[in-house]
């Protein structure tokens, strides 16, 4: 797909594998004077052992994008991991590409990632090189007006920051009130699926895109990777895919989403993908904007009457409060962020977090269905690996690699405060106003996998008892002087108390067990 390229550039503009937004102004008339420069580099290949899906994934999404621009005319350098392999970094590759074009400036788009942004900022180029950098013109709060909502090292609220967006971007109001008088449908959302309604779950839509040539570039360039690798990857790469996926969503998922939104099941061939979009990958590359995101789903709702409001607002949060909140969070508390350990948990990270070969069914399954998808739905990350980190005390850096290489959707803007924030706690409260804490009731509560699982989830003590119940008092035990005032979780001591020594001794020596034989469970 090379180009000639036989001009004299005056400007290089280099486009991340996480910035593929075809509708940028950059993009608008192509101009012979810019090459646009669209690179596989180790370094992103290899900042952390990524499943072997997510590379292929980014790399078969940004060739298409390349192929896309110069469609329309742009004159686009696409350069493979063959290509970029004799440079030792992102610094040595722009400065000889800068030489050999001679061009007169340098631009980039302002990265979402802390570590990047850092990287092209500090970049020495020859001289006679200008460089400056713009806006994505992805997200709906414009990075420069995060510190209006977020204060570095202090806690924001999702909910009221939601309901400010909902406000700014228009959608679902009624006025300034908000459409059918409620901010929030929580309480209808959020049911555990029945049989009959594990047997309905529909299959997901994917797609067979040829990956083979990328997969050959990085076992020649020995980029070291995890995860099913296949030929053929089943997830959206170019912008007809990624409509074609939000269409799926809208048609099939969305009449059922925020219903099931934190169901689990083992049940069923769709169960890593119920009623979710798998839209973040796509989102996350930009090949898809979040306003069209949920202006589809705004539109299904309005004309499709198995669409009711309660989803359709489940749906909407995702987009535009959770992801945009968690994005404010990232860039207020960065660098000191990716450090923070409030809870001081120091434990390795089990084995089997790489081969799924545990005991326990709810985490042998939201292992396996990330090894093998690159995926996991959200409450598997929250509530099964991330609440087990979190009670068995995991040292949040090998939390924050494992999550950051297993999804094809991680980037650290977004997997950091999910995982050191919402499921580890690790931010002393930054993201959430209590930790996201559960014993085996909980999972039994929302899905099945319990049924089918080597550990009774009634016994918190003796042979066979579910590890998450005695963990979970262990936790709270640990960390009482911490918690114990938070008044969300005063009755929760006040059960703990009211257990008596004998029985808190039972559930400790319970717990202490498990942690020393962690790798076993
Ligand atoms: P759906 O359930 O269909 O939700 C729709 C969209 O809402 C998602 O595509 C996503 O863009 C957005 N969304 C929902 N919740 C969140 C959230 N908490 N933060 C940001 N966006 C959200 N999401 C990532 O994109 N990348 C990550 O690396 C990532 N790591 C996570 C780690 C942990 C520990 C947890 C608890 C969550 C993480 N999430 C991450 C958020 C969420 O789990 C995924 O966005 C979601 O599972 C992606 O699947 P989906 O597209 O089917 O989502
Ligand atoms: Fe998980 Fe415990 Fe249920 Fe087993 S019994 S699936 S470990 S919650």
């Known amino acids: 797909m090379q180009q000639a390229l036989n001009h004299q550039y005056r400007r290089l503009r280099l486009i991340l594998g996480d910035q593929l937004n075809l509708e940028h102004s950059w993009f608008g008339e192509p101009d012979a004077s810019v090459l646009i420069v669209?690179?596989?580099?180790?370094?992103?290949?290899?900042?952390?052992?990524?499943?072997v899906q997510k590379v292929c994934a980014f790399f078969a999404v940004m060739e298409q994008f390349a192929q896309a621009l110069q469609q329309q005319g742009h004159?686009?350098?696409?350069?493979?991991?063959?290509?970029?392999?004799?440079?030792?970094?992102?610094?040595?590759?722009?400065?000889?590409?800068?030489?050999?074009?001679?061009?007169?400036?340098?631009?980039?788009?302002?990265?979402?990632?802390?570590?990047?942004?850092?990287?092209l900022r500090e970049l020495a180029l020859p001289a006679e090189v200008q460089k400056q950098s713009v806006d994505s013109e992805h997200f709906l709060l414009p990075l420069t007006e995060i510190d209006r909502h977020f204060t570095t090292g202090k806690p924001a609220r999702m909910e009221t920051f939601y309901r400010s967006m909902r406000r700014r971007l228009n959608l679902l109001m009624d006025d300034d009130e908000p459409e059918g008088g409620r901010w929030n449908f929580d309480q209808e959302n959020r049911k555990k699926l029945s049989p009959a309604?594990?047997?309905?779950?529909?299959?997901?839509?994917l797609f067979s895109n040829d990956v083979s040539d990328i997969l050959q570039r990085l076992k020649r360039h020995q980029i070291a990777c995890i995860g099913r690798e296949q030929n053929v990857l089943p997830w959206p790469v170019n912008r007809e895919q990624?409509?074609?996926?939000?269409?799926?969503?809208?048609?099939?998922?969305?009449?059922?989403f925020g219903t099931y939104q934190d169901a689990m099941t083992a049940n069923s061939e769709s169960d890593w993908s119920l009623y979710h979009s798998r839209l973040s990958f796509a989102l996350n590359a930009k090949i898809l904007h979040p306003l069209s995101v949920v202006n589809a789903a705004i539109a299904a709702y309005r004309n499709d009457p198995e669409v009711n409001l309660a989803q359709v607002e489940g749906?909407?949060?995702?987009?535009?409060?959770?992801?945009?909140?968690?994005?404010?969070?990232?860039?207020?508390?960065?660098?000191?962020y990716a450090v923070h350990n409030a809870l001081s948990a120091t434990r390795q990270l089990p084995e089997y977090f790489w081969t799924g070969k545990t005991r326990m069914r709810c985490l042998e399954k939201a292992i396996t269905n990330s090894l093998d998808h690159s995926y996991a739905h959200h409450i598997q990350r929250l509530m099964v690996t991330g609440n087990f980190c979190l009670l068995a005390g995991i040292d949040p850096a090998a939390v924050d690699d494992w999550y950051l290489g297993i999804y094809l959707d991680a980037l650290q803007w977004v997997e950091l405060p999910n995982t050191r924030g919402m499921a580890l706690y690790a931010d002393g409260g930054l993201v959430g106003s209590k930790p996201?804490?559960?014993?085996?009731?909980?999972?039994?509560?929302?899905?099945?996998?319990?049924?089918?699982?080597?550990?009774?989830?009634?016994?918190?003590?003796?042979?066979?008892?579910?590890?998450?119940?005695?963990?979970?008092?262990?936790?709270?035990?640990?960390?009482?002087?911490?918690?114990?005032?938070n008044h969300r979780m005063r009755m929760l001591y006040g059960t703990w108390n009211k257990m008596g020594d004998e029985t808190q001794r039972a559930v400790l020596d319970q717990a202490e067990h498990y942690l020393k034989t962690i790798g076993q469970l």
């Open 197 to 205: 309604a594990v047997a309905e779950l529909p299959k997901p839509l």
């Open 315 to 336: 749906f909407v949060r995702q987009i535009i409060g959770w992801r945009e909140f968690i994005r404010g969070i990232y860039w207020s508390n960065m660098p000191e």
């Open 242 to 256: 990624a409509d074609a996926l939000l269409q799926f969503f809208c048609q099939v998922c969305l009449s059922n």
């Open 75 to 119: 004159h686009v350098l696409y350069q493979t991991l063959d290509d970029t392999a004799e440079y030792d970094s992102l610094e040595t590759f722009l400065t000889a590409l800068c030489m050999r074009f001679e061009v007169e400036y340098f631009d980039y788009l302002q990265p979402d990632e802390y570590r990047v942004s850092k990287q």
């Open 436 to 485: 996201y804490a559960a014993g085996g009731n909980y999972i039994k509560k929302m899905g099945d996998y319990c049924e089918s699982c080597h550990y009774s989830v009634k016994q918190r003590t003796g042979e066979g008892a579910c590890p998450l119940n005695s963990l979970y008092w262990h936790f709270m035990a640990q960390h009482k002087d911490r918690f114990q005032s």
């Open 38 to 51: 669209v690179a596989e580099l180790k370094q992103e290949a290899s900042y952390v052992r990524h499943h």
